[in-house]
C-alpha cells in the first residue's frame, strides 16, 4: 500500500461527544413529543442598531418550518468575510429548535464541539444528551452548524475512497523519519489543494473569530438580547471568543470541557497525550480489578503490553475483514475513542482482547466511529474535514524537522506509551492553503456577566488543568469541578454538577465557591 496515514493530533475533537452515545447508553436521542402549541413558527430580531452593511443579516427574520419529533428548522445568511459584509457574498448557517416546554427564559444555542461538530444533528439526534429536561422546559435549545460544519456552508475535499485512503492507509518509510516527514507532508498538501478546490472561497472564512461573530447574527436574529450558549469541548473556545468580542452581550454561557485559549497547538497535543494516557492507566486500573480484563499483572505491565502492541502493528499491520489494515494510528484511534466515557470501558476491553487475538474488525468499527465512517464506507458527515480546516487557521504551525521531532520527544516524554503516535501533528496543517494570522492569547472578557467553567479531574482531551486556567483568565470566570472520569461532565456526571449549570442558565445564579461536584 502506498503513502496514507494522516497524522493529526487529536486535539479537542469532539465528535466523541455526541458519539460516544454509540458505545456507552446506546441512545437515539428521544425528543420529547408533547410540544407547546403555541411555539412560535418565526424568530423575531432584536431591531439593534448595527452597522449599515450588517443590518441585512442582524434584521434577518428568520422562518421555522417544522422538522421531526416537533423540531423546527431553519437557514440563517452570514457574511462569507466578516471583514467586508458589504460583498454580497454570504454563508448558510443551519439552525434546529426544540421549542420551550415550559416558561420560557429565551433561546439557548449550544454547540458539542469539534471543531467541526454538528450542533444541528447534535440538538436533533441527542437533545436529552445535549440538555436535560429542565433547560428544554426553560429555553429553545438551539443547535447549529457552525460555518464550514454539516449542513451550513460546508467543507469539502476529499470522495469516500480518498478519506480511507488518508484516514487509514499506511506510510511506507520507517515512523519519524525524513522520508516519513516528506510522505505525510506530501499526502497534506494533497488533501489541502482538495479542500480548497471543491471548497473554494469558504475555506479562508472557518476560522473561529468568524464563527463567534455568526453567534451574535444568531443571537439577534433569534430576538435575544443577550447570548445563552452552552458550550462543550472546543464549543468552549468559541464562547469564549464571543465573550471577548462582545462582552456586554454575554448572557448566561456555560462553558463545559473547557479549552485554554492561550495553549499552542504543540502544547495541546502534549497534554492531551498525558490526559489521554493518564485515563488510559484509570481503564487499565479498573479492568485489572475487574473478571473479564485481557490483561494481567500491575497497570505498569499492561501499559508495556499495549505499548507492544502498537509497536507490534506499526510494522506488522493486522488486516480486517474488508481488506483495510490495522496500523498505530488507527489503532491508537480505536482506543481513545471509548476512553472519552468511562461507561464504555467494557467495549475498550473487548476491542483489545480482539486485536490481541489478531482480529483488527472491532478496533476499526471504533476508529469509523470516531471518524463518522458507515459500514458502507460512506461518511456521515464532514467533520474530520472540518475539524482539520479550522484547526489548520485557528493555531500556528511549524514543520521544520528539527522543531517536531524535539515536539515529539516532549510529547513521548510526557506519554510514553502513546505519545509517539500523536507526534508530528503540525505536519497536517503546516502548508495549508491559508494560514492562521494572529496570536493565541489569554481571554478575559472584560465586563462580561458570569460565566462558568465546568472541568473534569480526569478529562482526557480536555485536561482539567484548561478549566482552571480559562475560569482563571476570564474575568467573570466561574470553576465548576467535577471529580471523576471523561471527557465533559454536564448532564452524564452528577446532581452536583447539574444543579449547577442548571442554575446558572436558567436562573443566573454561580456557586459562592467551587462547589467540588
Known sequence: MTRRTRVRTLSVRARATALALVLTLGLSGCVPLFLPEQAPTTSVPTGEKVDADLEPFYNQVLKWSDCDDGLQCTTASAPLDWADPGSGETVDLALVRHPATGTRVGSLLVNPGGPGGSGYEFVKDSLDYATDAKLQAGFDVVGFDPRGVGRSSAVSCYEPAEMDEYLYGLATAPRGSDAWIQ????????????????????????????????????????????????????????????????????????????????????????????????????????????????????????????????????????????????????????????????????????????????????????????????????????????????????????????????QAAEIEQAAPTIGKYMAFGDIGCANWPHQFDGERSEIAAEGADPILVVGTTNDPATPYVWAENLSEQLESGHLVTFTGEGHTAYNKSNACVNSAVDDYLLKGTVPAEDPMC
Not at 492561550?262 to 489521554?276: D, I, K, L, M, W
Not at 494510528?329 to 483489545?352: D, G, H, K, R, V
Not at 458527515?381 to 504551525?397: G, Q, W
Open 183 to 406: 510522505e505525510l507532508s506530501a499526502a497534506a498538501v494533497d488533501f489541502g489543494a482538495a479542500c480548497q478546490e471543491n471548497t473554494g472561497a469558504l475555506l479562508e472564512h472557518v476560522d473561529s473569530l468568524s464563527a463567534a461573530r455568526d453567534l451574535d447574527l444568531l443571537r439577534a436574529a433569534l430576538g435575544d438580547e443577550k447570548l445563552n450558549f452552552l458550550g462543550y469541548s472546543y464549543g468552549t473556545f468559541l464562547g469564549a471568543t464571543y465573550a471577548d468580542l462582545y462582552p456586554e452581550r454575554v448572557g448566561r454561557l456555560a462553558l463545559d470541557g473547557a479549552l485554554d485559549p492561550s495553549t499552542s497547538n504543540a502544547e495541546v497535543t502534549r497534554v492531551q497525550a498525558t490526559g489521554f494516557e493518564n485515563a488510559l492507566r484509570s481503564y487499565l486500573a479498573d479492568c485489572l480489578a475487574g473478571e473479564e480484563c485481557p490483561f494481567n499483572g500491575t497497570v505498569d505491565e499492561a501499559m508495556a503490553t499495549i505499548g507492544a502492541l502498537l509497536a507490534s502493528v506499526d510494522v506488522s499491520p493486522i488486516t480486517a475483514a474488508d481488506g483495510r489494515q490495522l496500523g498505530a494510528n488507527t489503532l491508537l484511534t480505536a482506543i481513545i475513542y471509548p476512553l472519552y466515557q468511562a461507561t464504555a470501558w467494557p467495549n475498550l476491553s473487548e476491542m483489545f482482547a480482539s486485536v490481541l487475538r489478531g482480529d483488527a474488525d472491532l478496533a476499526f468499527q471504533f476508529a469509523d466511529g470516531y471518524n463518522g465512517r458507515s459500514d458502507d464506507g460512506t461518511y456521515r458527515d464532514n467533520a474530520t474535514e472540518a475539524f482539520l480546516a479550522i484547526n489548520c487557521i485557528d493555531y500556528s504551525y511549524n514543520d521544520d524537522p528539527a522543531s517536531m521531532r524535539a
